[in-house]
T-cell receptor, first 115, second 110 residues
Framework: DAGVIQSPRHEVTEMGQEVTLRCKPISGHDYLFWYRQTMMRGLELLIYFNNNVPIDDSGMPEDRFSAKMPNASFSTLKIQPSEPRDSAVYFC?????????????FGSGTRLTVV | GEDVEQSLFLSVREGDSSVINCTYTDSSSTYLYWYKQEPGAGLQLLTYIFSNMDMKQDQRLTVLLNKKDKHLSLRIADTQTGDSAIYFCAEMMGNTPLVFGKGTRLSVIA
């Protein structure tokens, strides 16, 4: 398996534009997580899905953020409109039972810069 | 406290041992993890320990767990320049998602 695949690796956009981040989890994994990493706040959980259903989105910062998982092999995180404070590295991770006992597998992340 | 806490920086000389410490939040956490993040990369699982264990050794890595103090440590023996990275402690309580510390940046001086 190629692991968790995220695209794009880097995204630079202007304030006010819509940004869409993409994630393909490992085949057979039924949990998918979106994390955001910043220097100030570390790794924050934004939202996670189980069997394509959002379970907890309490970490989503505000209504500008939305996430979907239309099928087991694809998820998107959308920011509309984007703001400079959204600049961060966004990670997607996946797992399933019983491998969850051994942690999550992370993608390489998308580095977002909003200017 | 309510956060997983780690010191932010650690600097060691090549060949010495590194000890990275973490205080986690919930004494009932069932699984505890150490992840490594190299520059520009995602997090890689280094090792894990279940709460019914006090110690786990895996080659150059030794994990110690003190449940009473909610303290977890990672010792890297014979630290090499390739060990320079950010190390994250994480805990899992029941079925809830992993909660991470802010990470400890390890710098290895040749």
């Amino acid at each position: 398996d190629a692991g968790v695949i995220q695209s794009p690796r880097h995204e630079v956009t202007e304030m006010g534009q819509e940004v869409t981040l993409r994630c393909k989890p490992i085949s057979g994994h039924d949990y998918l997580f979106w994390y955001r990493q910043t220097m100030m706040r570390g790794l924050e959980l934004l939202i996670y899905f189980n069997n394509n259903v959002p379970i907890d989105d309490s970490g989503m910062p505000e209504d500008r953020f939305s996430a979907k998982m239309p099928n087991a092999s694809f998820s998107t995180l959308k920011i509309q409109p984007s703001e400079p404070r959204d600049s961060a590295v966004y990670f997607c991770a996946s797992t399933n039972f019983p491998t969850v006992l051994y942690g999550y597998t992370f993608g390489s992340g998308t580095r977002l810069t909003v200017v | 406290g309510e956060d997983v806490e780690q010191s932010l920086f650690l600097s060691v000389r090549e060949g010495d041992s590194s000890v990275i410490n973490c205080t986690y939040t919930d004494s009932s956490s069932t699984y505890l993890y150490w992840y490594k993040q190299e520059p520009g990369a995602g997090l890689q699982l280094l090792t894990y320990i279940f709460s019914n264990m006090d110690m786990k050794q895996d080659q150059r890595l030794t994990v110690l767990l003190n449940k009473k103090d909610k303290h977890l440590s990672l010792r890297i023996a014979d630290t090499q320049t390739g060990d320079s990275a950010i190390y994250f402690c994480a805990e899992m309580m029941g079925n809830t998602p992993l909660v991470f510390g802010k990470g400890t940046r390890l710098s290895v001086i040749a």
